[in-house]
Every structure is written in C-alpha cells, then in structure tokens.
C-alpha cells in the first residue's frame, strides 16, 4: 500500500503564489513517476504536471512558464510551485503515484497510468 498526503493549499488573489506539498509513504521507490493533476467542478480530472526518474519535468501547455515541479533525489515529497495564478487554475489538486520508473514522454501525463492518489488540496483563485 502506498499513501499520498498534499498540503499547502488555499485561497489566494489572482497573480498570487501557493506551494503544495505531497509526501508519498508505503512500499514507494522514491524515483517511481510522480505527478499533479487537477480537477474542477464539472470537469475532467487533467495532468497539471509530472517528474520522471531522472528528475525531468513535464508540464501542461496550460501551467508551462507559471508551475514547477520539483522533487529531491531519494526523498519522498513531490512540491509543486504555482505562481502567477489565475482564476481558471481553482480547482481541486491530486498528487499522484506511478508504480513504475519512466523515462519522459506524453503519456505520463495521462491519469490512467497512475495507480494510487491523494485525497487532494484545494487552490481556489479569486480575480
């Protein structure tokens, strides 16, 4: 069994900057895939942005340029950085776990390829 526990959401003004957090515990190997994804009310769960095992990030066109992603090597915290936020960025933020090692690529941006989740964060944006 493997946990995922975010932190770090909230409210804030548009233009604003959060942090969350997920501290992944269990039987995880510390450089398996990692990734958030987001979902809004009446929308479809979508990637927001993923490491692979070589510490290499990809990210939705969406959050390129305002989002990073960062995980140390050998730890078990996913962070993920948003800044200049909008208002179409509220939603409801998952940390992610794939149960495998990858090596970049599209596909890990897809949800279907990642076995266990988090309860999820809140970041609501206000204009």
């Known amino acids: 069994q493997v946990q995922l526990v975010e932190s770090g959401g909230g409210s804030v003004q548009a233009g604003g900057s959060l942090r969350l957090s997920c501290r992944a515990s269990?039987?995880?190997?510390?450089?398996?895939?990692m990734g958030w994804f987001r979902q809004a009310p009446e929308n479809e769960r979508e990637a927001v942005a993923v490491?692979?095992?070589?510490?290499?990030?990809t990210y939705a066109d969406s959050v390129k340029g305002r989002f990073t992603i960062s995980k140390e090597k050998g730890e078990y915290t996913l962070y993920l950085l948003l800044n200049n936020l909008k208002p179409e960025d509220t939603a409801m933020y998952y940390c992610?776990?794939?149960?495998?090692?990858?090596?970049?690529?599209?596909?890990?941006?897809?949800?279907?390829?990642?076995?266990?989740w988090g309860q999820g964060t809140q970041v609501t944006v206000s204009s």
């Open positions: 992610a776990v794939m149960m495998r090692y990858c090596y970049g690529g599209s596909w890990t941006l897809r949800s279907a390829q990642y076995n266990y």
């Open positions: 269990g039987y995880v190997v510390s450089s398996y895939c």
């Open positions: 490491i692979d095992s070589d510490g290499r990030p």
